[in-house]
């Protein structure tokens, strides 16, 4: 199973913490007819350079103003997508499970201050002082699931949901509760469980009940490869020039982390909900938007991108690649819900802000690869610590690059110069960093167009 099916996934959940941030002068701001155009134009190049398969919308004061489908739901049918294509969410799906932790709070079935043991069966005493609101913030300690060795091959077999908590329970957390942040899936699979323990009903039916019927997304809800669900789209993998089906992942392994299925017109539903308090009071919406480590709040990232205050988050599942960002002082959205694996969708989300603020943005660019002899490359291989607990190994064979992640398979690398290679399959860059003696120091690892993670060399 390649590295984009697993860590890769993973890091677009949320790289829109480093898209670039830096404020810009005040614009006039354009038109609609000016964002319009500037959007088609936009994602025309999108289409063309990156493959780009899905659909957009841009909403403001909560009216869309622009809405279109892009590429293909369904290659083999060539049945294109729409307005009402329906994607998997991935890790979108996470602001849903910590909008189900404050309706229970509200209603006084649980507090986010509770210890997760009081909702937890044969609780590890290591766990013990884990609040529901360390877990909601990704400060838990509880590794993630998503990382393990065998992962790739465990998520292709049926698993029942408190099997798979058994699993990552049995492991030793990763550091002390509350001292640090990293992105856990296993955490928002632990809540879907604490939400079916204080509820009484299943995670599925919970939030079918309480938030998708009240608001009337009537094209939004659990995924499943037996349920019949209209304007599904399939999920495609990008492969040499070409696409191939995604692999295949029980949706019990993503569960309430990232098994979600919706519409750009359903998720804006959700986000004009959030305005005001037609599903949650201002309270739960104030805690739930509070930021805590690494600018991670409720299964949102809250920050700002230029001179805008949002509130993101992107997802990363087989075959799907998604993004919405909320500007709420501006009463703009931007939705973007592709059917590609490892889609630029924060990076295409980013610039389409950027068009209707007024701010600059670039159009994709095209990648060529050079030629450069494997001599070239032997300084750069080895390992580079690219997050707490995940590593990027370099190394050459053959007479090509390549990379992995936290001893996944290899991903072959392409120069586009002595120092910055990309990868085919996902949009994802490496740009090897000298100091004054030339040494190697560190790779800047960037996905979907954003400022990228600095990796410091290790071996």
Avoid at 282 to 304: C, H, I, L
Avoid at 418 to 439: H, I, R, Y
Wanted: net charge neutral; glycine share 8%.
């Amino acid at each position: 199973m390649k590295i984009t099916k697993l860590v890769l996934l993973s890091l677009c959940s949320f790289l829109w913490l480093l898209q670039p941030s830096l404020a810009q002068t005040p614009q006039a701001p354009p038109t609609t007819d000016e964002i319009v155009s500037r959007a088609t134009e936009y994602m025309a190049a999108v289409e063309k350079i990156d493959r780009f398969s899905g659909t957009v919308l841009i909403a403001r004061d909560g009216k869309p103003i622009f809405n279109k489908g892009i590429g293909m739901a369904n290659r083999e049918w060539d049945i294109p997508n729409t307005p009402q294509t329906a994607f998997r969410l991935g890790s979108v799906t996470k602001q849903f499970t910590s909008a189900a932790i404050m309706l229970l709070q509200e209603r006084g079935k649980l507090s986010t201050t509770d210890p997760i043991c009081k909702y937890i069966a044969e609780c590890p005493a290591a766990w013990e002082p884990i609040t529901i609101r360390q877990v909601l913030t990704h400060t838990s300690g509880i590794p993630n699931y998503t990382d393990a060795p065998d992962f790739a091959k465990k998520a292709i077999l049926p698993i029942s949901t408190n099997d798979l908590l058994a699993d990552y329970k049995s492991k030793p957390l990763d550091f002390p509760p509350g001292e640090k942040f990293n992105y856990t899936n296993s955490g928002y699979h632990l809540l879907g469980l604490i939400v079916e323990k204080a509820s009484g009903k299943s995670y599925k039916d919970f939030l079918q009940e309480n938030i998708f019927t009240p608001l009337g997304m009537n094209d939004t809800g659990y995924d499943s490869h037996e349920n019949i669900i209209k304007h599904r789209a399939a999920g495609y993998t990008r492969k040499g020039e070409g696409f191939v089906n995604s692999a295949y992942m029980d949706m019990l392994i993503p569960f309430a982390a990232g098994a979600l299925y919706s519409t750009t017109e359903d998720l804006l539903k959700w986000d004009q909900a959030l305005y005001a308090d037609k599903l949650l009071t201002q309270k739960s919406r104030d805690e739930m938007f509070t930021p805590g480590k690494n600018n991670y709040a409720y299964g949102w990232n809250v920050g700002k991108r230029g001179n805008h205050r949002s509130i993101a988050h992107g997802g990363g599942i087989y075959g799907f690649a998604t993004n919405i960002a909320r500007f709420p002082d501006d009463h703009v959205t931007v939705i973007v819900l592709s059917n590609v694996e490892g889609a630029s969708s924060g990076q295409v989300s980013g610039n389409l802000a950027s068009i209707v603020f007024g701010d600059p943005y670039s159009l994709p660019k095209q990648r060529t690869a050079i030629t450069l002899p494997a001599s070239a490359f032997e300084k750069y291989v080895g390992d580079y610590q690219l997050l707490p607990g995940v590593v990027l190994t370099v190394s050459t064979e053959g007479g090509k690059f390549f990379m992995r992640i936290t001893g996944r398979e290899n991903m072959e690398l392409f120069p586009e110069s002595d120092k910055d290679f990309f990868l085919k399959v996902v949009d994802a860059q490496l740009k090897f960093e000298t100091d004054a003696s030339g040494k190697i120091t560190q790779v800047l690892f960037k996905q979907g167009g954003g400022g990228g993670i600095p990796a410091p060399k290790i071996k």
